[in-house]
């Protein structure tokens, strides 16, 4: 079973800064099926990264997605208020067919 | 646009099933995919198992196998998820959500449907 550990577990960071959160698989991810999610308070989570780095309709090219294999990267630049919330990874392929890690929380310091 | 529309809130004792429908609109519905998805309280999100609509066929997560059915009704663009013998640690938000283009991921979700299940 492949499991998705994120990293940290919390990130506290200011307005205006770069955040970088991590997503460590326990076996490689096929053929990089890797997407990010975003979720607020009270809300459905949003996809934001699919296919490891293309963005989906309607997010700002201050998300970016990179890595391969085992260790993915969700960089968000210049954050502004409203990308303070939970940010999910999850991956496809491996049993279970699907997979989420437990989540990065980004909150404001 | 995509929607997916969930049905409301349900209360259940233990041992109960629950059946939660997600009515799609806005896209054609057998041409995607269907997954379900759980969130507990201040939990993560825990995949559940997903159903091809085009071909009937479903994958579930092992820790679901014999207890979660997954169907569609094309005639009405609804998918359905049933959960049987329902425990208290059962208790969470399930959403569903549409597989995007290539079906690896999940590009539009329904609201979320609150299941609780107490005595």
């Known amino acids: 079973e492949i499991v998705l550990t994120q990293s940290p577990g919390t990130l506290s960071l200011s307005p205006g800064g770069r955040a970088t959160l991590s997503c460590r698989a326990s076996?490689?991810?096929?053929?990089?099926?890797l997407a990010w999610y975003q979720q607020k308070p009270g809300q459905a989570p949003r996809l934001l990264i699919y296919?490891?780095?293309s963005r989906a309709t309607g997010i700002p090219d201050r998300f970016g997605g990179s890595g391969s294999g085992t260790d993915f990267t969700l960089t968000i630049s210049r954050l502004e208020p409203e990308d303070f919330a939970v940010y999910y990874c999850q991956q496809y392929g491996r049993s279970p067919m699907f997979s989420f890690g437990q989540g990065t929380k980004l909150e404001i310091k | 646009q995509v929607h997916l529309v969930q049905s409301g809130a349900e209360v259940k004792k233990p041992g109960a099933s629950v059946k939660v429908s997600c009515k799609a609109s806005g896209y054609s519905f057998t041409n995607y995919g269907i997954t379900w998805v759980r969130q507990a309280p201040g939990e993560g999100l825990e995949w559940m198992g997903w159903i091809s609509v085009y071909h009937g066929n479903t994958d579930y997560a092992q820790k679901f196998q014999g207890r979660v059915t997954m169907t569609t009704d094309t005639s009405t663009s609804t998918a359905y998820m049933e959960l049987r013998s329902l425990r208290s640690d059962d208790t969470a938000l399930y959403y569903c959500?549409?597989?995007?283009?290539?079906?690896?991921?999940?590009?539009?979700w329904g609201q979320g449907t609150l299941v609780t299940v107490s005595s």
């Open positions: 959500a549409r597989h995007g283009g290539d079906g690896y991921y999940f590009d539009y």
């Open positions: 296919d490891t780095s």
């Open positions: 076996q490689s991810v096929s053929s990089n099926y």
